[in-house]
C-alpha cells in the first residue's frame, strides 16, 4: 500500500462546478498536511497547507480527519484556471526525509 | 526574481555518459533538495542538503551524487547514466521551520536517457 494515495482522475467538470478530492494517508504519526498545485510540465507550487481544524483559502477549503487518515480539498465555482494536478503531501516529522508526495489528482474545468 | 533556478532544462545522455544538474536559489534559503518525478508516482526525495555544508540522502540516492557547493548552489551528479534515470527533476528550497516541506521549486530538468 502506497504511503499517501489520491485517486488519480482526471475529474473533468464544467466551470463553476464544486469538485472534492481525497488522500489517505497510512502513517498514523502523520504531522503535517499539504496540498501542492502543478500545472502541465510545470514545478509543483504550494496551494495551501491543511491545519486539525480545517482551513479556507478563497474559493479552497482544506480539512483534515485524523481518525480516518484523510485529508481533502474542496474546490468551489471553478474556474478554467484551476485546471491542474493537485498534489497531496503528508510529513511525519521535521526532516525533509519524512515527506511524502502523492502522486496526484488532476483536475480539468471544462467551458 | 529569479527564485530557484535550474540548468539545464533539457538533457539527453547516452547511457553510461555523465552531468550534473545545477540549482541555484537567490532567497538565502538553508535546506535545499532534490527530488525526481515519474509518470504516475508522487516527487521521490533523492536527496537533500538542510544547510550548507550537509547533504543527506533522501529515498532513492542510489546512483547520484550531490554537492552543496555554498549557502545558493546545491547540484546532482549522475556518474553513469542508466535509463532507469529518465525522468524530470526538481530543484526546491525552504526556510528551516516550514515543516521542512519545500516551498520554492525550480521549473524542472527533463533529462532522457538512451
Known amino acids: 500500500r502506497k504511503e499517501v494515495e489520491q485517486d488519480p482522475g482526471p475529474f473533468n467538470v464544467p466551470e463553476g462546478a464544486t469538485v472534492a478530492f481525497n488522500c489517505t494517508y497510512s502513517?498514523?504519526?502523520?504531522?503535517?498536511f499539504f496540498w501542492y498545485r502543478q500545472d502541465c510540465r510545470k514545478e509543483p507550487k504550494l496551494l495551501m497547507s491543511?491545519?486539525?481544524s480545517g482551513n479556507e483559502d478563497g474559493r479552497f477549503t482544506a480539512q483534515l480527519n485524523r481518525a480516518s487518515q484523510y485529508i481533502s480539498l474542496l474546490i468551489r465555482d471553478s474556474k478554467l484556471s484551476d485546471s491542474a494536478t493537485y498534489l497531496c503531501?503528508?510529513?511525519?516529522?521535521?526532516?525533509?526525509?519524512?515527506?511524502?508526495f502523492g502522486s496526484g489528482t488532476q483536475l480539468t474545468v471544462l467551458p | 526574481n529569479a527564485g530557484v533556478t535550474q540548468t539545464p532544462k533539457f538533457q539527453v545522455l547516452k547511457t553510461g555518459q555523465s552531468m550534473t544538474l545545477q540549482c541555484a536559489q537567490d532567497?538565502?534559503?538553508?535546506?535545499m533538495y532534490w527530488y525526481r518525478q515519474d509518470p504516475g508516482m508522487g516527487l521521490r526525495l533523492i536527496y537533500y542538503?538542510?544547510?550548507?555544508?550537509?547533504?543527506d540522502k533522501g529515498e532513492v540516492p542510489n546512483g547520484y551524487n550531490v554537492s552543496r557547493l555554498n549557502k545558493r548552489e546545491f547540484s546532482l551528479r549522475l556518474e553513469s547514466a542508466a535509463p532507469s534515470q529518465t525522468s524530470v527533476y526538481f530543484c526546491?528550497?525552504?526556510?528551516?521551520?516550514?515543516?521542512?516541506?519545500?516551498?520554492?521549486f525550480g521549473d524542472g530538468t527533463r533529462l532522457s536517457i538512451l
Open positions: 526546491a528550497s525552504t526556510y528551516p521551520g516550514q515543516g521542512n516541506q519545500p516551498q520554492h
Open positions: 502513517n498514523s504519526a502523520s504531522q503535517s
Open positions: 491543511v491545519y486539525s
Open positions: 503531501v503528508v510529513s511525519r516529522g521535521g526532516s525533509a526525509r519524512q515527506l511524502t
Open positions: 532567497m538565502n534559503h538553508n535546506s
Open positions: 542538503s538542510a544547510s550548507e555544508g550537509t547533504t
